[in-house]
């Protein structure tokens, strides 16, 4: 269906009436001038919002419309997690291109839906528009927490322990595969044109991701760790300093140690990694510690704890202990296998800095 | 200078060490992965959100990018006032593409400044990213309202009057004219091209505004209506519902109609005009009515009251009754200068329904 026909007021209605609004601080969602929520009292109020733009954030070639609406979503989620929070609300703009129909606004959708739902976090409200070129996606999540719980980055002090989640480096090596079988399909293209032949009789391209399932999970499905931070408050942790790693675990550091005004000392043999990320770096001859460091878009939380809570914290499925944090004269260190030590760079992704 | 040489964050730091972080409710502003806000208690939390695109929603050919980032903010802060709230936070994310320099964006930030100072609303948090083509630019603004005070589009019963503040139509014919003066420039140049001129040499354009001013004004530099929904309160009227204009009068009497489900009686002779608006409607001969009912962009307040308010509401300097609400059965009506009844036809903008 094409969505001229439903108009914008027509289409926002068709995306949102399927979604309820579950929770009681919701008190009027889609349909006005804004959104109206009522918070507990006492509860302090968290805002995140990304911008994504087609062709800088994402591919539309290689990533379904459905996984895009779920990760669109995750990415803010994360962030409301990184501030020990709890997500509630979200906002959803979209600036379409005249190539999409409803039904792939209704896959996108369905993605932000599932990606809600697992949160808790109720769709209330959003802009939807026209863009005469690419797709444009805004998301602005809304959480809350007890003021007591908020943890910011500026909270690390000497000698406490940094801790990161999951694994690092598997978004970005996903990625890396993904963009190696556009090109072999790219090149297939070009070679069947130049060949004269009919591009709609040939085979569907097959890409070959066996054994790497896991690099694309990452990459196209990535999950915000709302189950670390039950498990630290299960626990009785609370983090000094946390944040996600969207940008990679150096340039994040960069963030938590300049804020904090510290150094840290972390060590190459203990950074996480999975063993897809390092067959896949072997096979295409990067530096798998370069990934893990400077990859991006892990979506893990990186968190430093006081020392006395080692024991606690390492008790935690999906938590590891990478190093601590130094004075801050000492800078940024990265301690390598051999015993050299090498000083943190933030190369992590900058999408100003790149010439597009 | 290139904004490349500051970095996304170095960018950011840039944009936002100037700006004070006024309201008592902000916690934390720009530097985390969230902003920290603490509403009092029983107050309810107000959230609007925009998607701007270029080449749909602006043209820079003709909008300086310091009156962008005011009518940006602006059209936000439009929708906390048109719940009768009070504007209180804003995020700013825009994709950038290479041709801006860190000396555009200070221009477009000391727009938004200026609106929200204007507007007793702190910045606290944005994206910034860049875009292959255009620029994008995605605000959401928070505000705060008493539960007792928040006015919504579904409240409006049979008899209330309709009215309007300002008037109408101005910021469409305002867009008119700098289509028009765009047009003669362009033909300039390419009349000049064709003669083989230098084009660094043609004597700068100087676009035929006189006399115009106020249209001009409406177009790139619209005000929020904070005074009117301080009068209101100042006179003790609670509208029953209330909007802004922001799609065209038409259009949003459609959506409190629907929504309160009643009809309404609005007529010709009661709707405000300014003088420079009709003016330029007969020069460019368009039916004026038309223009004041569907050309959008006022931002003006679209609210109605109880019949008892009558004098109340007609002693607001700003404020003009157009009508009256009725029942459901009886429609939208809008009753012509020559007693003839006319339907109220939703034709405002709709930025999907155009081919672009």
Redesign the interface.
């Known amino acids: 269906m094409e969505?001229?026909e439903?108009?914008?007021f027509g289409?926002i209605r068709h995306l949102t009436e399927q979604i309820p609004l579950r929770n009681p601080e919701t008190?009027?969602g889609v349909?006005?001038?804004?959104?109206?929520?009522?918070?507990e009292?006492?509860?302090?109020?968290?805002?995140?919002?990304?911008?994504?733009?087609?062709?800088?954030?994402f591919d539309l070639q290689y990533v379904p419309l459905k996984h895009l609406g779920y990760k669109s979503a995750m990415v803010n989620l994360s962030?409301?997690y990184?501030?020990n929070?709890r997500p509630r609300?979200m906002?959803v703009?979209?600036?379409?291109s005249?190539r999409f129909s409803v039904e792939d606004l209704d896959a996108f959708y369905e993605g932000l839906r599932l990606a809600c739902e697992a949160h808790g976090c109720d769709i209330?409200?959003?802009?939807?528009?026209?863009?005469?070129?690419?797709l444009?996606i805004?998301i602005?999540c809304?959480?809350d927490a007890r003021?007591e719980d908020?943890v910011?980055?500026?909270g690390a002090h000497d000698t406490d322990l940094i801790c990161v989640t999951g694994d690092l480096g598997a978004a970005y090596m996903g990625l890396q595969l993904l963009e190696r079988e556009k090109s072999v399909y790219n090149q297939q293209l070009k070679e069947a044109k130049q060949r004269g032949e009919d591009l709609e009789k040939l085979p569907p391209f097959e890409p070959d991701f066996s054994g790497r399932e896991y690099l694309l999970e990452r990459q196209l499905k990535p999950e915000a760790r709302k189950d670390i931070i039950e498990a630290l408050a299960k626990a009785g942790i609370h983090p000094t300093a946390m944040?996600?790693v969207s940008d990679g675990l150096s340039s994040e550091l960069h963030h938590i140690c300049t804020?904090s005004h510290t150094g840290c000392r972390i060590y190459e043999d203990r950074l996480p990694l999975d063993y897809q990320t390092a067959s896949l770096a072997e096979e295409l001859n990067m530096n798998v510690t370069t990934c893990a460091l400077n990859g991006g878009e892990d979506y893990e939380l990186l968190f430093t704890v006081p020392l006395t809570q080692h024991d606690k914290v390492a008790d935690i499925p999906g938590v590891k202990v990478i190093g601590h944090i130094t004075k801050p004269e000492l800078g940024l260190l990265l301690v390598c296998r051999d015993g050299s030590e090498m000083t943190l760079k933030a190369q992590g992704w900058?999408?100003?800095?790149?010439p597009?």
Chains 1, 2 share one sequence.
Request: hydrophobic share 40%; glycine share 12%.
């Open positions: 969505i001229a439903l108009g914008e289409l008190k009027h349909g006005d001038d804004c959104a109206v929520l009522e918070f009292a006492g509860r302090q109020v968290l805002v995140t919002t990304d911008l994504l733009m087609e062709g800088v954030h962030d409301i990184a501030m929070g609300q906002t703009s979209m600036a379409l005249k209330v409200g959003g802009d939807t528009s026209s863009s005469l070129t690419g444009a805004s602005t809304i959480g003021p908020v910011y980055r500026n944040m996600d804020q900058n999408p100003l800095k790149k597009l």
